[in-house]
């Protein structure tokens, strides 16, 4: 970061003591580790391949050659917006802040609360899918282990503890895995997909945009029996949930240099590179499938049904070897958005316990209270809900359901918020990656349209208990609101309200060895 000059350090100061906060996390984030961060998270060797049946079992390979690019640009509207917004108001868990500034306490306390929801639960599901890869390719092939719930939590308490341990240890050590995360992303989803070509019997083109309705039994009962049109729409869940976490960009911006550029630069590059990427690897998996139709009875096992049948086993296990790896390293990118918007929303008194949750250690700069905090509730949240089900499902697949519509949601209030408030007092003044009126609000509506259509589809069978859990939600949150928090939280600091903080901005700052 050499060309990162004392000019760029007092801007970046600048722009966040304008916002009452201190510099207390250490920037040493280069534009390229606030995009890999990002990019880590969205790993599409990780939601790309364990959620892989939601297209293969669906509507066959048009949910690849069709829906992967239609469900990409469903997330990159989204991307586009909050880059916007991001590039004004570059601060740590900047959803929760852009809630607030933009519309008023509520809005910004219900972003959080959304927000929070969604990445702790994302976290538990990111290394549920870990687990799972592991047993399916080291696991029991080589080790013998059965998939019981002792196993499962046991096994994420040692992966989750590990990837909260090097957050621990500073935003330098997690920005250098970050960094090795996104280049190993690259090249292994390339070598996958040259592996996945070298071994097709044929290239049938056409079955990239070949229709199929493989829901029922003829799809192992990935989906229920339904209408094609159906089961194409819900095979757009596979894109939308695997291009999801760009807003890590924004969560890690008071760590990343010239923030005001590099985050809005970080979290739309992150999303269009993921699909890209991401399309060339699917499509040349789903051209190596010796059968769509045996493949969509394969249900779930679908990516190792195809592996066994196609691919050399050495090659295999170097390939599963590295997803593996890029997966334990997406829970890790997790773990630090996870964390920034627990410190964030508790520097202003959000969260129960919050003096500790937003104390930043002074040996590593980082929320470390925060850190172990999330992490153990993301273990705690797949233990809970893995023992408990309703009906035939368990609460952990609902709740999984539901984490798609509370990310999105969270991303849905502030870009809602910054469409009337563009040109008042509330924003009245844009960062250096601007739109443009007209473009920001062409890609709100965008937006607002893309969460109904996400909110339709995760509350569809088997997960048509997600709308009474998100209706319950909202419930809640209204009660606790209105019974609560509406006469105790403040909220960010405003107006006079930041000249005030100067004093505590100071003392902070010397606190951590900034000043």
């Not at 990019?39 to 939601?47: A, E, K, P, V, Y």
């Not at 538990?124 to 080291?138: D, E, K, L, P, R």
């Not at 952990?396 to 984490?403: D, E, K, L």
Request: with cysteine; net charge neutral; aromatic share 14%.
């Amino acid at each position: 970061m050499s060309d990162y000059t004392d000019i760029d350090k007092k801007q970046d100061l600048q722009v966040l003591h304008s916002m009452g906060y201190a510099q207390e996390l250490e920037r040493r984030m280069s534009q390229f580790s606030n995009f890999a961060v990002s990019f880590s998270i969205i790993c599409i060797l990780s939601g790309g391949i364990n959620s892989l049946a939601q297209a293969t079992s669906g509507a066959g390979g048009a949910a690849i050659g069709i829906g992967w690019p239609l469900g990409c640009f469903i997330s990159l509207v989204f991307a586009v917006a909050m880059a916007q917004i991001g590039s004004a108001y570059p601060t740590a868990g900047g959803l929760y802040h852009w809630g607030s500034i933009l519309g008023n306490r509520f809005t910004g306390w219900l972003t959080a609360w959304f927000n929070l929801l969604g990445l702790v639960t994302v976290l538990g599901a990111i290394n549920v899918g870990t687990y799972y890869f592991f047993m399916g390719s080291f696991g029991a092939p080589y080790f013998g282990l059965e998939d019981t719930t002792t196993t499962r939590i046991v096994f994420l308490a040692i992966i989750t503890g590990a990837q909260a341990l090097v957050n621990h240890m500073g935003i330098g050590l997690t920005a250098k895995l970050t960094d090795f995360s996104g280049y190993l992303i690259f090249a292994t989803s390339i070598l996958l997909a040259i592996v996945c070509l070298a071994a097709a019997d044929s290239y049938e083109i056409s079955r990239l945009f070949t229709f199929s309705n493989y829901s029922g039994e003829t799809g192992g009962n990935v989906w229920p029996q339904t209408s094609g049109t159906w089961v194409f729409l819900l095979g757009l869940l596979l894109p939308i949930y695997t291009i999801t976490g760009y807003d890590a960009s924004a969560h890690t911006s008071e760590e990343t240099v010239k923030a005001a550029h590099s985050v809005p630069r970080g979290m739309v590059s992150s999303v269009l590179w993921s699909a890209l990427f991401g399309y060339i690897m699917l499509c040349s998996f789903v051209l190596m499938i010796p059968n769509m139709d045996e493949a969509a009875k394969q249900g779930w096992n679908v990516f190792f049904w195809a592996m066994d049948a196609q691919v050399n086993p050495v090659i295999k296990d170097i390939l599963y070897l590295a997803i593996f790896i890029s997966q334990w390293l997406c829970g890790l990118a997790t773990v630090t958005s996870v964390s920034r918007m627990i410190f964030a929303f508790s520097r202003d008194g959000g969260l129960p316990a919050s003096k500790a949750l937003a104390k930043v250690s002074p040996n590593y700069r980082t929320p470390v209270a925060a850190i172990w905090t999330g992490s153990i509730l993301a273990v705690l949240f797949v233990w809970g809900s893995s023992l408990v089900s309703i009906g035939d499902t368990p609460v952990y697949t609902i709740v999984v359901s539901c984490t798609v519509i509370f990310l999105f949601f969270s991303f849905a209030i502030p870009i809602t918020l910054g469409f009337f408030a563009w040109g008042t007092s509330k924003w009245d003044k844009m960062g250096p990656w601007n739109l443009g009126e007209g473009t920001f609000k062409l890609f709100a509506i965008l937006s607002l349209i893309a969460m109904v259509l996400i909110f339709v589809l995760g509350i569809q069978p088997p997960n048509d208990w997600a709308l009474y859990i998100t209706v319950g939600f909202l419930i809640v949150t209204g009660i606790v609101w209105f019974g609560f928090e509406s006469r105790r939280f403040r909220g960010p600091p405003i107006g006079e309200e930041v000249a005030r903080r100067q004093a505590e901005i100071v003392a902070a700052e010397k606190a951590v060895g900034e000043a």
